[in-house]
Structures are given as structure tokens and as C-alpha cells.
């Protein structure tokens, strides 16, 4: 059989692992490529080094391995924490925010090569291939992306192991996780196995990061997040680096059994899916973010920019980083961010995190109008007028349209049938 790409280069973004590690020889045996991976660590990948040898034993003519963790913090992480991008309302969208990043050290690495194709990992019906395809279709539309796993590879998992052993290529002997896996520093996405019914609940050896709620210190810890322009910079009153703040935020968020994220959500692709997340610097920081914005913004600011955050976050979760809109939403959020200053107390106990305390140079919130007790500066009698006017076209419609009318019994329908209704018995009462 001739080989089709003989004496071409693809880059392949390659994790280590069995999937991608499989991809290097096959590529190479089946289509012809010089292989050329290319391995970005967010935060989870270990060693280096080891990637980097185990890449060449599977086949591959180099090996790119580089740490990208604090690009990753600082151009993906902090604008979706600022932005308040929350897919579905939960999800941090920690493998969504990877993948754009790992699409961009790729290009890169074809640009260096000289190559004219890169390839990926991705099976063909996650959001994974979305987002790494779009990425490289708008940052190097003149590539081709090749994905064996889409089509063409198409092994099981005990081919693969075949096909590695006949390779040549090191087949860690641990026993497979029975999930697909993904994570960076920002999270854990588990999903596939026992959890594909989701009304099972998820078993303990999901949990990585975080420990079972039931089994954390039966001690509440109190933390301090500050942030400055919705940026976090220190703990407890120290500052830190972005990426050793995360870290350090997993650690003790996770041991106290915070940021465990288990939801049905939809995919791009069409399906619903059953997924486990974990992410204890996420959803703490997430949290803390929205305390301190509470208090700086102005309620319609708040509000319009909870529509922003539902926006940007399917912007990324489909896949759009690299594209015009993603700019234009990034710089309302980076204005609105000017004042996002401050400190927040977070409580961890026991599988949740709750809000103490926040404060700013900043804040909105004003003792003097707010107090029910001595120095009230508000104006009661003000309300009047207020109430007056704010009322107008309720009046008015009430005197046009009597929408509640005269006939009381109408008005009332609704609230006197639920009042009505014989109470169902149940089994408790039974
Ligand atoms: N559902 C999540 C997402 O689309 C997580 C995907 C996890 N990827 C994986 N290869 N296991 O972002």
C-alpha cells in the first residue's frame, strides 16, 4: 500500500498518553508523516521529560514539550473567571479553555516545522475536535487537520494495546481508568463509564482532587481572596503568583471537599451528556469574584453583565476563542473589571463554600443609607414620590383596563384554586 503523505511533517498535539501515543506510529506506518508532537502542560502533565522520550519511542522525528502554565492562567483562566463564564451555569469550563491554547502552541509548532499538517487525538463526538479544529481554522487556515481517531485509526482499546506493544512503544502497566479523563490546572472533567446513567451517583474513584464531603475536617477553614481589577493576587493576605494561587487554592478547597460539579450538560455536537467535574479553585474563586463584584457594580452593570457571562461562556465552550466576537466581549469585560478590587472571606466546610465577608477601596455599599439603626441618611418621606411615580402606569392601567378588575372573583381565581384543592394524600400521610 503506498502512503499517501510520504515525506510530509504533521504536528501532533500529543498528551502521553495511549490514544495519541498510538497516533505517532500510525501516522508515521499508515499515512507516511514525519511525526512531530507537540505537548503544552497546563498544569497536570507531569514530567516533561518523560513525555517528551516517550514521544520519540512511539515514532515521533522530535518532540515539542512546553510549559504553558502560566499563559494559560493569565490569557485564558483570569479573563473567564473576570468574564464570570460559567457553562450551563456551573461548569468552569476548564478542558474548554485548554484546548484553544493547545491549538495555538500547535500551529506554532507547524510554523517552526514548516509543516502543512497538524493532527489531534479528538474522537468524533466530543466538543474536544470542535474546538481544536475552529482554533486552527482561524489561527492557520491553511492547514489541514488530520484526526485518526474521527476515522481511519478506528482501534479498540485492546488493538491499541497491541499495536503499541508491536511498536515498540511503553504501555504503562496501571490498569486503565474505566473514565475519559481530562484536566488542567483549573480542573478535572470526568465522564464515560458507570456514569453514563445519570442517575447513578458518581463512585468514589471519580474523585481525584477533592475528598468525599463526609470525610473532610469536621473543622470549617476560613480563607481570604484578594483580587485586584478581578484579577486573584494574594491568600490570607499574601500574595501570589497566578498558577501558585490556583494550585494551592485545589489543595485546600479540595480537602475540604469543595468543587465537586456533577451535571447533565449539552454538547455542541447535539447529545446530552452525564459530566463530573472537579474544580475547588474554580468554584471558589468564581464565588469569590461575584461577592466582590456585588459590591462595586452597579445593579444594571450586574445584571447586563450576567447576560455577557452566559455569552462568553458558549462562545468558549463552542469552541470561538480565536474569533471577533470573543475580542469585542473581552474588552466590555476587561471595563468592567476597572473596579474590582477588594478582599472576600470564603468559608470551606465540608463540601461547600460560602461567603463570610468582602470589602473594597470601591465598594457601592453604603452603611449610612442601608442601616436600620442610628445615622439612617436615607430620605423615607422621598419614597413617596418615588412609589408615586414608579406606580403611574400600574394606576393607569388599573383605571384603562381593569386588568384585576371589579369582579374580585376573577382577580383571586388563580391563588383561591390552589387554596381549594383537596391536599393529595401521600405516602407519608397515607
Ligand atoms: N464536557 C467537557 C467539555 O466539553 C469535558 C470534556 C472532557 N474531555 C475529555 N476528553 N474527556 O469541555
Not at 514530567?47 to 512511539?58: H, N, R, T, W
Not at 492557520?140 to 512503544?169: C, F, Q, S, W
Not at 490546572?185 to 463512585?203: K, M, N, Y
Not at 455542541?268 to 474544580?279: D, F, N, P, Q, T
Amino acid at each position: 500500500m503506498s502512503k499517501p503523505y510520504a515525506g510530509e511533517t504533521c504536528v501532533l498535539a500529543y498528551s502521553g498518553g495511549l490514544d495519541t501515543s498510538v497516533a505517532v506510529a500510525w501516522l508515521r506506518e499508515t499515512l507516511g508523516f514525519e511525526v512531530v508532537t507537540c505537548t503544552g502542560d497546563l498544569g497536570t502533565t507531569g514530567d516533561l521529560k518523560a513525555v517528551q522520550e516517550k514521544a520519540i519511542a512511539s515514532g515521533a522525528r522530535k518532540a515539542i514539550v512546553q510549559d504553558a502554565r502560566e499563559i494559560f492562567v493569565r490569557y485564558f483562566v483570569w479573563p473567564a473567571l473576570q468574564a464570570g463564564a460559567l457553562y450551563e451555569d456551573r461548569y468552569p469550563l476548564a478542558t474548554a479553555l485548554g484546548r484553544p491554547l493547545l491549538a495555538k502552541l500547535l500551529v506554532d509548532a507547524a510554523r517552526a516545522e514548516h509543516a502543512r499538517f497538524v493532527a489531534h487525538g479528538c474522537t468524533g463526538k466530543g466538543n474536544d475536535q470542535v474546538r481544536f479544529d475552529l482554533a486552527v481554522g482561524a489561527l492557520a487556515p491553511d492547514l489541514t487537520v488530520i484526526a485518526p481517531m474521527r476515522g481511519g485509526m478506528n482501534m479498540t482499546r485492546d488493538e491499541e494495546i497491541d499495536y503499541a506493544k508491536k511498536h515498540g512503544i511503553p504501555v504503562e502497566a496501571t490498569k486503565k481508568s474505566p473514565y475519559s479523563v481530562d484536566m488542567n490546572l483549573w480542573g478535572r472533567s470526568i465522564e464515560a463509564g458507570v456514569l453514563e446513567d445519570p442517575w447513578d451517583a458518581p463512585p468514589r474513584d471519580v474523585f481525584a482532587w477533592t475528598v468525599d464531603p463526609n470525610e473532610a475536617p469536621a473543622k470549617p477553614r476560613e480563607i481570604a481572596i484578594g483580587f485586584e481589577e478581578g484579577i486573584p493576587v494574594s491568600l490570607d493576605g499574601s500574595k501570589m503568583a497566578g498558577l501558585a494561587l490556583v494550585q494551592r487554592l485545589n489543595e485546600v478547597a479540595g480537602k475540604h471537599g469543595v468543587g465537586r460539579i456533577d451535571m447533565v450538560e449539552d454538547r455542541l455536537v447535539g447529545i446530552k451528556s452525564r459530566e463530573i467535574y472537579e474544580a475547588p479553585a474554580a468554584v471558589v474563586l468564581h464565588q469569590a469574584h461575584r461577592a466582590l463584584e456585588s459590591l462595586v457594580l452597579t445593579k444594571e452593570a450586574l445584571r447586563f453583565k450576567s447576560v455577557m457571562a452566559r455569552e462568553y461562556a458558549e462562545l468558549v465552550y463552542n469552541g470561538l476563542w480565536f474569533s471577533a466576537h470573543h475580542q469585542d466581549l473581552a474588552s466590555y469585560v476587561r471595563s468592567t473589571q476597572r473596579f474590582v478590587t477588594g478582599e472576600v472571606r470564603v468559608r470551606l466546610d465540608r463540601g461547600t463554600s460560602t461567603v463570610t465577608g468582602r470589602r473594597s477601596p470601591h465598594s457601592l455599599y453604603s452603611t449610612s443609607l442601608a442601616t436600620y439603626g442610628k445615622g439612617d441618611a436615607f430620605d423615607h418621606k422621598a419614597s413617596e414620590g418615588f412609589i408615586r411615580v414608579f406606580g403611574l402606569p400600574l394606576r393607569n392601567q388599573a383605571r384603562t383596563q381593569a386588568l384585576w378588575g371589579a369582579d374580585s372573583e376573577a382577580a383571586l381565581e388563580i391563588p383561591r384554586k390552589a387554596l381549594s384543592a383537596p391536599r393529595r394524600k401521600t405516602a407519608d400521610n397515607a
